[in-house]
Every structure is written in structure tokens, then in C-alpha cells.
């Protein structure tokens, strides 16, 4: 009987490992999840002669595409997290009661990633220069940090995930700028999400619903100055529509849609370009309100878009890392908004504006520093001045000048995390400096 019982399982096991072969030829390969068209490799080519490479190829194509994909990810992943607590998907924590994290923002969640003294200057005095810049030009600016999942709810992250001491980025970040003139709204610590029974994120998906979004841009726009209706207190319904990214990733074939709000009267605009979602790179919008807003944004500020553009005759929404001249001066704006969430927060010291550096005098105290890699290249009407400089010459609170003849200008600071140096980036006109004659001085 045991030998039997033994043949069985080995029948059965078997059966279980060539259901995505034998599938494979039977109904063919799945479908690409990003919808891209199955492209076989070929043993040989006249062009390219031999393919020696033809057998990883093939391999990458079973693995991606091997019959039955999402339901045996989907099956897998159903057992991880319902049996044993588990994520299947490395970008995915599972919580409890049913909750999913995002993976990327442990780091935030349990202190990993804290910046030094000289990296959480930089990304202050970025935001600095942008408000400088916006002030000077009659901008608007505000700044907004959109809070991680887990830094709102963390009763349900799993046990065995312990959250860190001491202040995270986000905290740190806006302790410096409370000593500034910057226009912010730290939403970690908004009393409207703190002080709440009402949960504002999907359980199943990294970002906040549609009443979350709508509290969000209510408080940025009022914030702003500008007249905008708020949606918050109109009457809604639940719909049960809103498939989570983060259940997508773990549960492909059998995501089950999560109730999201939808306001009896949503807000009016047009979108001006043809998309194919609120997560594009670029979007323009028109709509019935007055001036034009400019906003950078990450995933969050998805489903903030309809409820920022109502309030605007135009509005530019873009996905870009920074602030860039040129949208500027295509858009014309009356209000910049900046949001960024919370685990992008070392962006702001990473990845500088560019934005045309700021005229200075160049401090009594300055002194000159050999940058080795110093390099100049155009860019329209302007030239971008970039380089590393010396380890050890730096302070956490050094500002980096940029000096061509009589003209002095600051450069915006940047760390590279990975590498551990610091370095700058300037935005010069051209016709404001001698390209033969640039030295960089520090003070």
C-alpha cells in the first residue's frame, strides 16, 4: 500500500511540474504582462551568424511566459499569504488583516536609510533654491510629503517586522523646514489622517482613496491661496472598482476590486493631450477655474489630479524627479506644487532642479577647490555646470558658489548616496558667464 501511495505522489507531483510545459504546447504561452508581442529567438541569422545565447533566451521566455503564469503566481502567492503570513512577491509585505505594504518603504519604516547631516542639507537647501526661484518669479510654492503606508497604520505591519527608533527622514526634513519660509504640509503627522477612525489607503494597494485624496488637495490648495471647492463634505458612494497595485503584484489573475469613494459630483476639467492613464509622464488639463498650476508629482498625486486641475484654466502635471526650467517657461505658472512621497524623500538631495542658479556674492571666507571631473555642456539658452568634489572639503552645511569673471553664482548641491560623494549642478545662461574662465569655490 505504501509503495502505491508513494507511486501516486510521484504521479501527482510530476503532473504538478509539467502543467506549464505540456500547457505551453497544448494552449500556448501566456500573455506578456506588459502586453508586448512574443518574439521567439532563432538559432542563427545570416546577420548575426550563431546565437549563442539562444538557450537563455528561451529560458527567459519560459520563465515569463509559461503557460498558466498568473494563476500558478496567483496560487502560489494565496498560499504564502494565507497559510504561512507570507509574501510571495519580494516587492510585497504581507500584514495583517488582510493588509499589503509596499517592500520599498521598510527602509523608512524601520530606520535603515537615515541621511546624514550633509545630505539632509542638501535636500533642504534645494527646496530653498526652488522657493527662492518661485518668490522671485511671483510663484506660489508648496511642498508636500505624502506618508507611507505604514507610517499612518503601522498596527498593521507584521510582527516580525520591528519599526525603528529614533526620527525618520520625513521628520527630520520637516524640523529644518520649520525654520524656513517654505510653504509645507507634512501629511505624516496631519492631524485630519492621525486623529482619524477613518482609514484614507486602500488596504490592498500602496496609495491613498479618493476621500484621502480629496483631504489632501483640499489642505495643499488652501494652503496655496487658491479658490477651489472642497469636496470633502459632499455627498459620495462607495464603489468597488479599484484593483490595488500591490494586490496585482501578488495575486495577478484574481485581484479582488476594493471599494474606492466616488463624490456625487466629481470634479469638471479636459485633459488637453491624449493619455492613457493619471499615472502618464505628462498631462495637461483645462479646465473652468483661473491661472495655471504646475505640479510634479509621483503615484500619489494620481488620484489628486482631478480635484488639482478643476480650480485651473491650465494646468501642467508631470512625473519628473525635479523642477525643470523649460516647464516653466512653457507653462507659465501661478503655483508650483511639489509633492513627493515619503520614500522618494532622498531624491531631493539627489536629483537637483534645474533651475537657473541664483546671482550671489561670493563670501569673504570662500575657498577655491579643484574639481577633477568638472564638466560644462549646453542646453539651450543655458549651460549646465556639473562636477564631484574633493573628499573632506565639504561641511554638512557648505555652500558651493560657482564663479565666472565678476559673476558668482550658487550651484545647487548634490549627493550621490550610493557612491558616497557630494558634487553640484548649476544652471548658467550663457550669456552670463565665460566658459574659459570657471572656478567653484566653497564657504
Known amino acids: 500500500m505504501k509503495r502505491y501511495g508513494s507511486t501516486i505522489f510521484m504521479i501527482i507531483f510530476l503532473t504538478i511540474l509539467l502543467?506549464?510545459?505540456?500547457?505551453?504546447?497544448?494552449?500556448?504561452?501566456?500573455?506578456?504582462?506588459?502586453?508586448?508581442?512574443?518574439?521567439?529567438?532563432?538559432i542563427y541569422s545570416e546577420e548575426g551568424g550563431f546565437n549563442r545565447n539562444y538557450l537563455q533566451e528561451l529560458s527567459d521566455i519560459f520563465e515569463q511566459r509559461f503557460a498558466f503564469r498568473k494563476q500558478l503566481v496567483t496560487a502560489y502567492s494565496f498560499i504564502s499569504e494565507n497559510v504561512f503570513g507570507t509574501s510571495a512577491q519580494s516587492g510585497v509585505i504581507v500584514g495583517n488583516d488582510g493588509w499589503l505594504f509596499y517592500n520599498d518603504t521598510l527602509a523608512d519604516y524601520q530606520r535603515s536609510n537615515i541621511l546624514n547631516g550633509r545630505q539632509m542639507h542638501n535636500a533642504v537647501r534645494h527646496l530653498e533654491l526652488i522657493n527662492e526661484y518661485c518668490a522671485t518669479n511671483g510663484i506660489e510654492f508648496v511642498f508636500v510629503i505624502a506618508p507611507n503606508?505604514?507610517?499612518?497604520?503601522?498596527?498593521?505591519?507584521?510582527?516580525?517586522?520591528?519599526?525603528?527608533?529614533?526620527?525618520?527622514?520625513?521628520?527630520?526634513?520637516?524640523?529644518?523646514?520649520?525654520?524656513?519660509?517654505?510653504?509645507?504640509?507634512?501629511?505624516?503627522?496631519?492631524?485630519?489622517?492621525?486623529?482619524?477612525?477613518?482609514?484614507?489607503?486602500?488596504?490592498?494597494?500602496?496609495?491613498?482613496?479618493?476621500?484621502?485624496?480629496?483631504?489632501?488637495?483640499?489642505?495643499?490648495?488652501?494652503?496655496?491661496?487658491?479658490?477651489?471647492?472642497?469636496?470633502?463634505y459632499d455627498e459620495y458612494t462607495f464603489i468597488e472598482d479599484h484593483n490595488g497595485d500591490l494586490d496585482q503584484m501578488i495575486h495577478p489573475s484574481s485581484v479582488v476590486p476594493e471599494a474606492d469613494v466616488f463624490f456625487n459630483n466629481m470634479?469638471?476639467?479636459?485633459?488637453?493631450?491624449e493619455i492613457e492613464s493619471n499615472f502618464d509622464p505628462r498631462i495637461y488639463?483645462?479646465?473652468?477655474?483661473?491661472?495655471?498650476?504646475?505640479?510634479?508629482?509621483?503615484?500619489?498625486?494620481s488620484s489628486l489630479l482631478p480635484?488639482?486641475?478643476?480650480?485651473?484654466?491650465?494646468?501642467?502635471?508631470?512625473?519628473?524627479?525635479?523642477?525643470?526650467?523649460?516647464?516653466?517657461?512653457?507653462?507659465?505658472?501661478?503655483?508650483?506644487?511639489?509633492?513627493?512621497?515619503?520614500?522618494?524623500?532622498?531624491?531631493?538631495?539627489?536629483?537637483?532642479?534645474?533651475?537657473?542658479?541664483?546671482?550671489?556674492?561670493?563670501?569673504?571666507d570662500a575657498v577655491a577647490v579643484?574639481?577633477?571631473?568638472?564638466?560644462?555642456?549646453?542646453?539651450?539658452?543655458?549651460?549646465?555646470?556639473?562636477?564631484?568634489?574633493?573628499?573632506?572639503?565639504?561641511?554638512?552645511?557648505?555652500?558651493?558658489?560657482?564663479?565666472?569673471?565678476?559673476?558668482?553664482?550658487?550651484?545647487?548641491?548634490?549627493?550621490?548616496?550610493?557612491?558616497?560623494?557630494?558634487?553640484?549642478?548649476?544652471l548658467l545662461e550663457k550669456n552670463s558667464v565665460s566658459t574659459d574662465n570657471i572656478m567653484v569655490f566653497i564657504a
Open 19 to 42: 502543467i506549464p510545459s505540456v500547457g505551453m504546447l497544448v494552449f500556448g504561452p501566456s500573455e506578456s504582462e506588459n502586453g508586448e508581442e512574443l518574439v521567439m529567438p532563432v
Open 149 to 232: 503606508k505604514n507610517t499612518l497604520y503601522p498596527e498593521y505591519m507584521p510582527y516580525y517586522l520591528i519599526q525603528g527608533e529614533g526620527q525618520t527622514n520625513r521628520q527630520m526634513l520637516f524640523d529644518l523646514l520649520s525654520d524656513t519660509d517654505i510653504n509645507y504640509i507634512d501629511f505624516g503627522s496631519y492631524d485630519t489622517f492621525i486623529d482619524s477612525d477613518t482609514v484614507y489607503y486602500f488596504h490592498r494597494d500602496s496609495h491613498w482613496n479618493n476621500m484621502g485624496a480629496a483631504i489632501v488637495s483640499n489642505a495643499i490648495l488652501t494652503l496655496g491661496n487658491i479658490e477651489h471647492h472642497n469636496y470633502v
Open 267 to 273: 470634479p469638471e476639467f479636459t485633459y488637453v493631450n
Open 285 to 301: 488639463t483645462t479646465a473652468g477655474g483661473t491661472g495655471s498650476l504646475l505640479m510634479y508629482r509621483d503615484s500619489f498625486g
Open 307 to 364: 480635484f488639482m486641475a478643476e480650480p485651473f484654466a491650465s494646468a501642467f502635471f508631470s512625473r519628473s524627479n525635479s523642477c525643470q526650467i523649460n516647464d516653466f517657461i512653457s507653462n507659465n505658472p501661478d503655483i508650483l506644487v511639489f509633492e513627493k512621497a515619503e520614500r522618494f524623500i532622498s531624491q531631493l538631495c539627489g536629483s537637483p532642479s534645474r533651475l537657473p542658479a541664483p546671482v550671489r556674492e561670493l563670501p569673504a
Open 370 to 426: 579643484e574639481i577633477s571631473d568638472f564638466s560644462l555642456a549646453e542646453a539651450g539658452d543655458y549651460i549646465t555646470v556639473t562636477g564631484t568634489l574633493p573628499e573632506g572639503s565639504w561641511e554638512d552645511d557648505s555652500i558651493i558658489y560657482i564663479v565666472s569673471g565678476d559673476m558668482c553664482f550658487e550651484a545647487y548641491p548634490v549627493s550621490d548616496i550610493d557612491e558616497g560623494t557630494e558634487g553640484f549642478q548649476a
